[in-house]
T-cell receptor, first 117, second 111 residues
Framework: DTAVSQTPKYLVTQMGNDKSIKCEQN?????MYWYKQDSKKFLKIMFS???????INETVPNRFSPKSPDKAHLNLHINSLELGDSAVYFC????????????????FGPGTRLLVL | GENVEQHPSTLSVQEGDSAVIKCTYS??????FPWYKQELGKRPQLIID?????GEKKDQRIAVTLNKTAKHFSLHITETQPEDSAVYFC??????????FGKGTTLSVSS
């Protein structure tokens, strides 16, 4: 049931480095998301993206940027990593969200555990 | 923006008992309320969801109720089993943005 997949599963890196996390979905969905889960298990939306619009959570530092080479992929690039970036990052996808319509179910990837030393 | 409050943060029950987790939301435009279960080290997985046009939905031992007037919704698990032990998250969405999650409830079912 690996409809949404992420790589790598674990990522250990030094402060100041730049890293990317890849996400792919084979569900034919139009909208993809990135969430951050901190040490207290709180799940917080970072970005939602479809081919029409990128919505950025205003609390996300601009060191984080989503990059989508095509509809099935949404990668997360992080510049100048900081200790506080250590967390689990989840990618998710859903059918296209059209304003005014009922929201569609989101399916999560397995997560990428990032540790910044 | 939307704010979702979830209670309790931890819940311990004996096997066979019922468990209830409650959430409140702030944005009256929210119309979709999913519940996710996250086992240790795993991804969140949808267990049940409810939309604003219904008041209750049931799937075997799991049920969700929604009170739009009071802006709260609840997850009910009956006849709990040890494998129900996990972190449960409620969430709210308004059809135009990503989901806003509650802070989670750690459910422990002891045999």
């Amino acid at each position: 049931d690996t409809a949404v997949s992420q790589t790598p599963k674990y990522l250990v890196t030094q402060m100041g480095n730049d890293k990317s996390i890849k996400c792919e979905q084979n569900l034919g969905h139009d909208t993809m998301y990135w969430y951050k889960q901190d040490s207290k298990k709180f799940l917080k939306i970072m970005f939602s993206y479809n081919n029409k619009e990128l919505i950025i959570n205003e609390t996300v530092p601009n060191r984080f940027s989503p990059k989508s080479p095509d509809k099935a992929h949404l990668n997360l690039h992080i510049n100048s990593l900081e200790l506080g970036d250590s967390a689990v990052y989840f990618c998710a996808s859903s059918q296209d969200v059209a304003t005014g319509y009922l929201q569609e179910t989101q399916y999560f990837g397995p997560g990428t555990r990032l540790l910044v030393l | 923006g939307e704010n979702v409050e979830q209670h309790p943060s931890t819940l311990s029950v004996q096997e066979g008992d019922s468990a209830v987790i409650k959430c409140t939301y702030s944005d009256s435009a929210s119309n979709y309320f999913p519940w996710y279960k996250q086992e240790l080290g795993k991804r969140p997985q949808l267990i049940i969801d409810i939309r604003s046009n219904v008041g209750e939905k049931k799937d075997q031992r799991i049920a969700v109720t929604l009170n739009k007037t009071a802006k709260h919704f609840s997850l009910h698990i009956t006849e709990t089993q040890p494998e129900d032990s996990a972190v449960y998250f409620c969430a709210a969405g308004d059809g135009g943005t990503a989901l806003i999650f509650g802070k989670g409830t750690t459910l422990s079912v002891s045999s």
